[in-house]
């Protein structure tokens, strides 16, 4: 275990905690709910479990969430800031599309491969019948990327044309041919791409969404 998960907080003598001791507190939850929830699956974690293994009292646990669900949104919500850093840049104009969209690829790809979203992918896929909430909040995971990519392909000579719902569908598009095979594969559902294959897959993905994208006409 992690010392992370197992430095014991200092003693205080009484009060309310001060707010930096609070992030602490919240930040020391959601780390050993995380490994909880990745360990045995949201179903067979409970609040109490994840109140001893963080060493503080179901009390406190209960003031900062609320139930399960809400202290998994929060595991989700923390990775998502971790993940959305990726999406953070704003490229200046001009620029050239193909270039920020093969480092996007790249981007995307680090972030879906990655072990712990692999793993949240996992228990989502396992949970999702019985808990469908967590297939609702983990839908966000997505959405940051599309939002990003809607306003390059805005932004771009190319494309700066198309409608905005045409452009959301493109850039959603984009998401999926990048992830969804690699993803497949490193989830256990054929061999995994290595480091060249990664980035082989997202220069030919690039080259093969502007191929198509740059010579359609989405009007009906």
């Known amino acids: 275990m992690s010392e992370a998960l197992t430095t014991v907080m200092p003693p205080r003598?009484?009060?309310r905690p001060s707010r930096v001791e609070s992030e602490k507190i919240?930040?020391?939850?959601?780390?050993v709910a995380?490994?909880?929830?990745?360990r045995h699956?949201?179903?067979?974690?409970?609040?109490?479990?994840?109140?001893?293994e963080a060493r503080i009292s179901k009390r406190t646990l209960y003031a900062r969430?609320?139930?399960?669900?809400?202290?998994?949104r929060g595991v989700v919500d923390r990775q998502l800031q971790i993940w959305r850093i990726s999406f953070d840049a704003r490229p200046d104009a001009p620029f050239s599309l193909a270039t920020v969209l093969r480092e996007a690829a790249e981007?995307?790809?680090?972030?879906?491969?990655?072990?712990?979203?692999?793993a949240l992918h996992r228990m989502v896929i396992a949970e999702a019948e019985r808990f469908p909430e967590l297939a609702r909040t983990l839908s966000a995971v997505g959405t940051s990327g599309v939002e990003w990519l809607t306003d390059l392909l805005r932004r771009s000579p190319e494309l700066g044309a198309l409608s905005p719902e045409a452009l959301a569908f493109a850039a959603e598009?984009?998401?999926?041919?990048?992830?969804?095979?690699?993803?497949?594969?490193?989830?256990?559902?054929?061999?995994?791409?290595?480091?060249?294959?990664?980035?082989a897959w997202a220069e030919q993905s690039v080259a093969l969404f502007l191929e198509g994208v740059c010579r359609w006409d989405p009007s009906p």
Do not use: C, N, W, Y
């Open 26 to 31: 919240e930040g020391r939850i959601l780390v």
């Open 34 to 38: 995380t490994a909880l929830f990745f």
């Open 107 to 118: 981007g995307m790809l680090r972030v879906a491969l990655a072990p712990e979203a692999l």
């Open 41 to 52: 699956g949201f179903a067979a974690t409970s609040m109490e479990q994840v109140a001893a």
């Open 173 to 199: 598009q984009f998401v999926m041919l990048v992830v969804s095979v690699p993803r497949r594969r490193a989830l256990g559902l054929g061999r995994p791409l290595d480091k060249a294959g990664l980035a």
């Open 65 to 72: 969430f609320r139930d399960k669900a809400d202290l998994f």
């Open 13 to 15: 003598h009484g009060g």
